[in-house]
């Protein structure tokens, strides 16, 4: 019994001394040490893959929403930060223990921590770099929220654990990516960009470059990854130690002094964004903080985005005050927080030791914006993916694009469903020219989210300029003729007469890629100068009869609209499927011909064949229905055969397309052919 008593006594007194022990500050460092260095060839030994998520996978960003955000005890943060973030979301802490988490949950008492948005993930850790060994969200095909785990490139097993054991507490998905990662060494824009610096490359030296694009894409959804030289000259080489995605569109990057040796390399990659290609389709806004360096530190990029709040790391230093105003410049409408500390360094801050978790509920708007100068339209059609991750169905009323010109107040148009899954389309009526237009997009469920597009609202709006492009506006430009009917009855545009005299029509020509008869109802066109809303001339475009030959698929015919303000042009298109049930039009051999395009409607990517009789220079490109290119698949010459491409649903600059009708055009030197694609989700 008096054994049992000491061995009782004994275990008592060595679980107290192993909780409190904690509070030591951890013997680790945020780089290896020399037994760690000893041990790198464990990094991912014990991995366990997986396959990756039902595509299309799609990489949640820090700016997204949050329901929380993982911190560990002991503390790398000081408590006055715990405080604040449990004021609007919930604050999740790793503890060793129950008893520990008794002992955290007194200081937070004490401090006056919010305990209604605190949880508890009872795990061994190694070190509080959260953001290191973190979870990265990820969105499947089917819209469910998961964790993509991949191997923290630190010999520390507990570290590299907690993922797993997150994803087991959450109910959520668990994907293992096999490419050694650090999250200190990541950042992604939430539609299908990222960047790190070439220590993933250096890390993963059994894998090519080629194939490490391949594992994010097929994990993460990225279509874009930028691989860039570190300018910090560290040892860290994590990319949040200089640069920092705050926006689908903006990019933070460090700045350092002219007489900083490192001056050209952080010039460089701020060149190098802000000559990249937004999701948005536009260039990146480069924003630029002050961070020289020396004592005391500045690590200002490495700040934590929380929901409508950003945490920015301050020293003391006498650029403080600077960098908040640069994040307050960046991201109006945000509050920003300086979050003071002793323990900052440069390669050490913050955002290394808190990672938010995803909202595995949310709202998700997904929308290209209308920017920069745009000519002259009757309406303004806008699109947007907007999906209730939750399952909760969009509140009608709800769904609506704000909207304003110059310093007019905001009014709004209705988002109005457009297809069976979740697009939706919102018009904005006829806007004057030489107009500034501000908008945002708002929706809400039926669980109680809202969400705004930019995410922020109407602080920092969509922005677009309507120009004077011509003076006379014609609309729509794009005749598609689907029905025999179509052609029979004629379809019609407008001209619009902004000029400052008469709009009279001088000629119309046909520039035709495969040869139909059309004539324009009616023949004599005059519209006199009031420069009121409704100087308007319609005009029908009609097929003749007898229909003349085909030398093509898929007919496009421009009519060049020649009046004393200049030429304005109309596509026509004619679905090729209608020409070849019509009888009396003839088609001759190609020598190239568009085969299969399977799968046919697709989501993720399909498989384009085309066949030639001999060699050929072949041009293979993707239009939406407005007639503008999306992609070009080829431009160069081919030997003769069976040929075939894939397409993974991007644009030129790695967006993914939205949801809809597409046409593939294959030109060679003997005409052009085309075919219908259907994009789904």
């Known amino acids: 019994m008096k054994k049992l008593s000491a061995l009782i006594l004994f275990s008592v007194v060595f679980l107290v001394h192993s909780i409190y022990s904690q509070d030591e500050p951890p013997r680790l460092t945020h780089h290896m040490t020399p037994e760690e260095e000893l041990r790198k060839h464990e990094i991912g030994r014990d991995f366990t893959p997986t396959d990756p998520p039902a595509p299309p996978a799609r990489a949640v960003a820090e700016f997204e929403e949050m329901q929380g955000v993982l911190i560990r005890y002991p503390f ?73 785990d991949f191997p923290y490139n630190r010999p520390r097993p507990n570290d590299d654990n907690i993922p797993v054991v997150l994803a087991q507490q959450m109910g959520v998905p668990l994907y293992g990516m096999d490419l050694i990662h650090t999250g200190g060494n990541w950042m992604c824009d939430g539609m299908g960009i990222a960047a790190s610096t070439e220590l993933v490359w250096t890390e993963n030296p059994s894998l ?28 860290i080489e994590h990319i949040d130690c200089w640069g920092k995605f705050l926006d ?110 995803a909202d595995v509920h949310m709202l998700y708007v997904e929308h290209i914006p209308l920017r920069g100068n745009k000519n002259f339209s009757l309406s303004y059609e806008m699109y947007a993916d907007i999906i209730p991750y939750s399952g909760a ?21 209705p988002l109005v469903k457009v297809d069976n899954y979740y697009r939706y389309k919102a018009s904005l009526p006829f806007i004057p020219p030489d107009s500034e237009v501000s908008y945002y997009l708002r929706a809400a469920d039926y669980s109680g989210r809202t969400r705004n597009h930019p995410y922020i609202g109407e602080p920092d709006p969509h922005v677009f300029k309507v120009r004077y492009a011509t003076d006379v506006a014609i609309a729509p430009d794009t005749l598609v003729f689907l029905t025999m009917e179509d052609m029979l009855n004629g379809k019609s545009f407008d001209m619009y007469n902004f000029t400052n005299g008469d709009l009279v029509v001088t000629d119309v020509e ?54 004393a ?87 030129a600059s790695g967006m993914k397309i939205p949801s809809g009708i597409y046409f593939i055009v294959l030109q060679s030197k003997d005409g052009i052919q085309t075919s219908k694609l ?4």
């Open 76 to 148: 790398g943060i000081p408590m006055s930060l715990i405080k604040e973030m449990a004021e609007d979301c919930m604050v999740k802490t790793i503890v060793a223990n129950s008893a520990q988490q008794i002992q955290v949950q007194n200081q937070y008492q004490s401090a006056g921590v919010n305990l209604a948005n605190c949880e508890w993930l009872i795990a061994p850790t190694d070190s509080y770099w959260t953001r290191d060994y973190g979870p990265w969200f990820v969105v499947n095909g089917s819209s469910q929220v998961g964790i993509s």
């Open 208 to 235: 090519t470059h080629a194939q490490i694009d391949t594992i994010v894409k097929d994990y993460l959804g990225i279509g874009k990854y930028h691989v860039l030289p570190d300018p910090l000259g560290d040892y």
């Open 248 to 357: 689908i569109d903006k990019v933070l990057i460090g700045q350092v002094p002219p007489t900083d040796w490192r001056y050209d390399d952080f010039e460089f990659v701020a060149n190098y964004f802000a000559f990249q290609t937004s999701s948005y389709g536009t260039p990146f806004k480069v924003y630029r903080v002050y961070t020289p360096g020396t004592f005391p530190y500045t690590p200002y990029t490495n700040s934590l985005i929380l929901n409508k709040k950003v945490f920015v790391p301050i020293t003391g230093s006498q650029w403080d005050t600077q960098a908040i105003e640069a994040y307050e410049t960046a991201m109006p409408g945000y509050e920003v927080i300086g979050v003071m500390s002793g323990s900052w360094e440069n390669t050490d801050a913050l955002h290394c030791r808190a990672i938010g978790i």
């Open 393 to 413: 169905g969009t509140i009608t009323d709800s769904l609506k694009c704000y909207y304003k010109t110059d310093s007019a107040d905001y009014q709004s148009v």
């Open 510 to 563: 046909t520039e035709s890629w495969g040869a139909i008869n059309w004539y324009i109802d009616p023949w004599n066109y005059s519209l006199p100068h009031t420069m009121a809303y409704s100087d308007t001339m319609t005009l029908t475009v009609k097929i003749n009869i007898p229909f003349e030959n085909i030398t093509g698929g898929f007919v496009y015919d421009t009519l060049d609209i020649t009046t």
């Open 565 to 651: 303000n200049g030429s304005h042009y109309v596509i026509i298109k004619v679905d090729e499927d209608l020409l070849s049930a019509v009888p009396g039009l003839s088609r001759r051999d190609n020598i190239a011909r568009l085969g299969n395009i399977h799968p046919n409607p697709f989501s993720d990517e399909t498989r384009i064949t085309f066949t030639l009789e001999e060699p050929s220079r072949v041009n293979l490109y993707v239009y939406d229905l407005q007639g503008r290119l999306i992609s070009t698949l080829a431009e160069r010459n081919y030997v003769a055969g069976n040929h075939e491409i894939t397409w993974y649903g991007n644009t």
């Open 678 to 681: 259907v994009k789904t989700r």
